[in-house]
């Protein structure tokens, strides 16, 4: 091949139009830079995207998570499942508030928490010995909400539903309705992130979506101090200056800046969905016919924040593409291996399907400012190792 980059192929990037870079600058013009307008029309734009009632600008997904426990009052021992699939933050939620975090294996055709598996969990213990769940939509393929709310209810679990990989993306019901990630027909809570190799790149930003009202009036009041000014809520009344710190909270804002370039990303999100799903048939496409390429399972509602390949010698193509400037990574080193987590008891060897699919992944370039041309570079050096 001919074709060589001029520059690194990452596996994600961000991309930023001249019309992001003039938002920002009215904003940075205008009276707020923070706590101002921006930020609750990026809420009810972004709402009515994902199709949720309400929504909650954070500072980041993480953020998000921690305000989602405490929302749900999560206390120190309970128990809360969770995929090992995942970028630390899905767990530590749980741990900020003291609760304990317990895994479920993974589905090996699409590295989803295995529902099946989180049954298993549920019926080998008394009821009332986990509190929740935390599914995550991995890679942008989305989690059957609808049966993780049937066994929820079954069980007495809320719902934190993680899809940081995926706004836009959307599973079919048991009715043959689309449902999409975030929407709040299932899960109590849901979050996002708009960090740069999102589909919604703010540098740094979050979002909680939900269809209950009561824990929208907790998140807006954890988000910002356990702080409120909201005269209907107020123990009394002082003046118009007067506001009440009414629990403990957390700084935890998402500034005006950061959500005018929110907003102008979501303008064209659905455009940025399209190409994701365009590359990723190509890249179907081209592995469908080479054995020692197994592609993660797609599905009609797969968001692709990522693209998964497993390959038998992983460390290997891995080098090898870097060193011809084509930058993959790895998603995710099973959370319960961590060193943090070994210490509370986790070892390897517990989830065997999340550790087989760790020891073969490879997340390869996907984004929607990649051209064909750099694809094809990427396929013909994957290609060409594999072979």
Sequence with gaps: MSFYPAH???????????????AVVETL???????????????EKFAAYIGAKYAVAVSNGTAALHLCALALKVQPGQRVIT?????????????????EVCFADIDPVTALIDLRAVRQLLESHPRGHFHGLIPVDFAGLPVDLEEARALADEF???IIEDSCHAPGGFFTDSKGQPQCCGNGQ??????????????????????ITTNREDLYQELLKLRTHGITKDPTQLQRHDGGW?????????NYRMPDMLCALG??????????????RQLAARYDDAFAATPGIKPLAGAAGHAYHLYVIEVEDRKGLYDALRAKQVFAQVHYIPVHTMPYYQQLGWKPGDFPLAENYYAHCLSIPLFPSLTDEEQDYVVACILDFVR
């Excluded at 995929?83 to 609760?99: D, E, H, K, L, Q």
């Design 8 to 22: 690194p192929i990452a596996y994600g990037r961000q991309h930023i139009t001249e019309a992001d870079v003039q």
């Design 156 to 158: 007495g679990l809320w």
């Design 242 to 250: 007067y506001m009440e710190m009414q629990e403990l909270g957390y």
């Design 186 to 207: 299932f899960a109590d809570l849901a979050i996002f992130s708009f960090h740069p190799v999102k589909h919604i790149a703010t540098g740094e930003g979050g979002m």
């Design 263 to 276: 907003i102008s990303q979501l303008a064209r999100a659905d455009k940025g969905l399209a190409r994701r």
């Design 29 to 43: 013009h205008s009276d707020y830079l923070t706590q101002g307008p921006k930020v609750g029309e990026f809420e």
């Design 83 to 99: 995929t090992p699939i995942t970028f630390a933050a899905s767990a530590n939620c749980v741990r900020y508030c003291g609760g």
